[in-house]
């Protein structure tokens, strides 16, 4: 049971709006302690998630606590545990597939929130597939609600520093793999959004790659004598946004210039738009990641 404070927290919605979501729309009906105290279990907890995904999608209040009211009234008549709509969809292995949960937490700057939700995802299922399926799509539902004046500035960011530790954590976690190929990953000068491609560096981590994770921003001289000292077996560059497509072309030349045939690899959002004989890894980190070990021969390690 959670308290109107707790309740707000979880789902994202002002204590002030579930008082008049209750009043207006009926949707759920909190328990009272004897002194008057609003009280809510799961379920009411999982409704009022289900209702900001619906009002977030564009849906009115009213439609929407109808909507689910409907579901619910079906569900308990079928002697089922109730709608399909309010529960967060989840994976066959228990993964909350709650792509709003992150931002519904961000929104309320419940930095607690946020770093439960990750840990929870997760614990339970492989880190790629978690990564694919869950976390990229949940940080492009914190980047739109962001754009909508859903969250502020500041509950973006907290988001990012959260991701950005636990894909941290991620990769220092993988074990060395000195003897192994060296692959270098990074984004070009002025390119900052590194959450996709830190993810990436952990994967190919975690498959027994040598990986000199160099971050954001680096400049394109910095490449060049990277490419030159460690002769990488490979070299990954991240292309996250469109304004990052120039740079990363000088990236890839300068590379070439150092090392000659080192095979450069390019990911992210805007990566069919870097041209350059780049060759494309996709958007599955998972996929991409196993075929970047079966170009250069090494053996995974899971």
């Known amino acids: 049971m959670y308290t109107i404070g707790h309740a707000a927290r979880l789902t994202g919605v002002p204590a ?5 979501w209750e009043r207006r729309y009926g949707l759920v009906r909190p328990h009272r302690t004897e002194g008057g105290y609003r ?21 009115s209040p009213s439609t929407a606590a109808a909507h689910l009211r409907a579901e619910e009234s079906d ?9 399909a709509t309010g529960a967060p969809p989840t994976g066959p292995r228990g993964v909350p597939w709650d792509t709003t949960a992150l931002a519904q937490a961000a929104a309320v700057l419940d930095r607690q929130a946020v770093a439960e939700t990750l840990e929870t995802a997760f614990a339970l299922a492989g880190f790629e597939r978690v990564v694919d399926e869950w976390l990229m799509p949940s940080l492009e539902v914190v980047g739109t609600w962001w754009q909508d004046g859903l969250l502020d500035v500041a509950g973006e960011h907290v ?59 680096l400049p394109v001289p910095s490449w060049a004598r990277l490419v030159a000292d460690r002769a990488p077996a490979a070299v990954v560059i991240g292309a996250p946004m469109a304004t990052d497509v120039e740079a990363v072309r000088e990236t890839i030349d300068a590379v070439r210039a150092a090392g ?43």
């Open 39 to 59: 009280l809510y279990d799961d379920d009411a907890v999982r409704l009022l998630r289900a209702m900001v995904t619906l009002v977030a999608a564009g849906w």
């Open 159 to 217: 988001v990012s520093a959260a991701v950005q530790r636990r894909l941290g954590t991620a990769l220092d976690a993988a074990p060395s793999a000195a003897l192994g190929p060296t692959v270098a990953v990074g984004l070009a000068r002025g390119s900052l959004h590194e959450l996709g491609v830190l993810a990436f560096a952990a994967s190919l981590r975690r498959l027994g790659l040598d990986v000199t994770y160099v971050g954001a921003d």
């Open 75 to 83: 569900a308990t008549a079928d002697g089922g545990p109730g709608p």
């Open 16 to 20: 002030a709006t579930l008082r008049v």
């Open 260 to 302: 000659p045939g080192v095979p450069v690899f390019v990911g992210g959002s805007a990566q069919e738009d870097v041209g350059h004989e780049a060759l494309l890894l996709g958007h599955s980190i998972q996929q991409a990641s196993r075929a970047l070990v079966d170009v250069l021969g090494a053996a995974p390690s899971s």
